[in-house]
């Protein structure tokens, strides 16, 4: 599982290093590919099986169902595969960059079978609507089955 929370700087050539943490996560089941998209005012990095199980899920999605058709449309139209190269870094394709406004400072999530990559600003942000919201976050998860 891919849990915890990083810093990374964004090189010159658009690359991070992905935390040793997440790094043996990956190669230890075998990923050198993951799979990008933006969603969330993030850029969330699937490995290259996981993401091949969510596009078969959603190719069972119906073609008649509008939110179905405008998820798939949004998620799916900004997937790039990335390669991990020999130093466990990931060059982030630019168009995912401009749609996350990332610059140099990025906060790294493992978000369980997925990591997801902020800008600074935007996580520093999205952690204050979380603190606001929480009482009502925590009543939603507790309708979703888990209790905290």
């Known amino acids: 599982m891919l849990r915890g929370h990083f810093e990374c700087i964004l090189d010159d050539k658009g690359r991070i290093k992905i935390p040793s943490k997440?790094?043996?996560?990956?190669?230890?089941?075998?990923?050198?590919?993951?799979?990008?998209?933006?969603?969330?005012?993030?850029?969330?990095?699937?490995?290259?099986?996981t993401w091949e199980e969510l596009e078969s899920k959603a190719l069972n999605l119906p073609l008649t169902n509008k939110s179905a058709r405008r998820f798939k449309r949004m998620f799916f139209s900004s997937a790039i595969d990335v390669n991990l190269d020999s130093q466990g870094r990931i060059t982030i394709p630019q168009i995912l960059r401009q749609l996350a406004n990332i610059e140099k400072n990025i906060v790294?999530?493992?978000?369980?079978?997925?990591?997801?990559?902020?800008?600074s600003q935007n996580w520093l942000q999205e952690m204050d609507l979380?603190?606001?919201?929480?009482?009502?976050?925590?009543?939603?998860?507790?309708?979703?089955?888990?209790k905290l």
């Open 22 to 49: 997440f790094l043996e996560t990956l190669r230890g089941s075998g990923v050198n590919t993951l799979v990008m998209t933006f969603f969330d005012q993030s850029i969330y990095a699937y490995p290259k099986n």
């Open 108 to 119: 790294v999530l493992g978000n369980l079978d997925h990591i997801e990559l902020w800008s």
């Open 130 to 146: 979380l603190r606001q919201d929480e009482d009502k976050l925590a009543q939603e998860i507790e309708s979703l089955g888990i």
